[in-house]
Every structure is written in C-alpha cells, then in structure tokens.
C-alpha cells in the first residue's frame, strides 16, 4: 500500500526547458511528452504512437534526442531540454527550420517537429553529414506523408548552410 502510494504522490521537479528554468509538482507516473505538452504549454512536441516507434515526441535531453513519450517527466529533473520551440530564436527560424520551409519537407506537419529536432541534433554533432548519415540519423522518425527525399534534401540544405 505504502508502495502503491508513492506512485500517486506527487514529486517536484525543476527542469530547464529552452533556457527558461520551472519548477512543477508531477506525479511519478506522467511523461516527459504530456509533461511538455500539458503542464508547460509546448505543444509542438506532437505524440503519436506512445511506445517509441514514430519519433514524433523526439526533444533534446542534455542535448540528446530522447523519445520523451518514453521518458517520465520525473526523469528530467534537473536537466535541460528543448524542444522545436527553443530552436528559434529572437523570432528567427533555425535554419533548420527553414530549410524544412523550403524544401516543403512537410504535408500534414505531424511528424515535423520530431525530424526538426533530430535533424538539428545530427548536425551538432556532424555538420557536414552523406546522405547515408542523414537518413540513419531519422530512421528513428516515422513520416506517413512525405517519402522522405524533401526531408532528406532539407537536411542537405541546412548542412550546406551550416558551413
Ligand atoms: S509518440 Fe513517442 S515515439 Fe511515437
Ligand atoms: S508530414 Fe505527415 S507524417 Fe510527416
């Protein structure tokens, strides 16, 4: 019973997301997704599948991309995260982004955010990505829409602009 009641109870937890710290009373048992999406208002982190398959939830971690439908938001307690909206900054698009725009590497949105995020933590780490890499890098995001080339291109094309 002690055990069960625990799980109910609700924890503090203070996280960073995109630079700005809150501090918020969750239960044990609430995703980092629902976390973002209910209690903080972002709601450009989209859910989809909720088992880890669709990428749609991917935000960056301490700079990493997590699938945070697979997260607790208790699990981010004194970290850092960002999502797709702390790309932008002083109202500019990430480049990113903008190639996304560009490249119409999008139809119904869904799936966008999740690529964003992984599309950009790909090129922190490796600016100047073969399309091999790039496709690698977003086998973990699903799109039922697009067939992937203006994805990929958007990519390409933010790479090329990074340099
Ligand atoms: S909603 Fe998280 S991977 Fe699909
Ligand atoms: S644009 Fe519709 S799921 Fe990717």
């Not at 002690?2 to 809150?22: F, H």
């Amino acid at each position: 019973m002690q055990s069960l009641l625990s799980l109910l109870m609700k924890q503090t937890i203070r996280v960073a997301i995109n630079g700005r710290l809150y501090e918020e009373d969750v239960e044990p048992r609430l995703l980092l997704s629902h976390f973002l999406r209910e209690n903080i208002g972002l709601t450009g982190t989209h859910v989809g599948c909720v088992i880890g398959e669709c990428g749609a939830c991917s935000v960056l971690l301490d700079g990493k991309v997590v699938k945070s439908c697979l997260h607790l938001a208790v699990q981010a307690d004194g970290r850092e995260v960002t999502t797709v909206e702390g790309l932008a900054k002083n109202g500019e698009l990430n480049p990113v982004q903008e190639a996304f725009v560009k490249n119409y590497a999008f139809q119904c949105g869904y799936c966008t955010p999740g690529m964003v995020i992984t599309s950009y933590a790909l090129l922190q780490r490796n600016p100047n990505p073969s399309e091999e890499e790039i496709r690698k890098a977003l086998a973990g995001n699903l799109c039922m829409c697009t067939g992937y080339v203006q994805i990929v291109e958007a990519v390409k094309e933010a790479a090329r602009g990074s340099k």
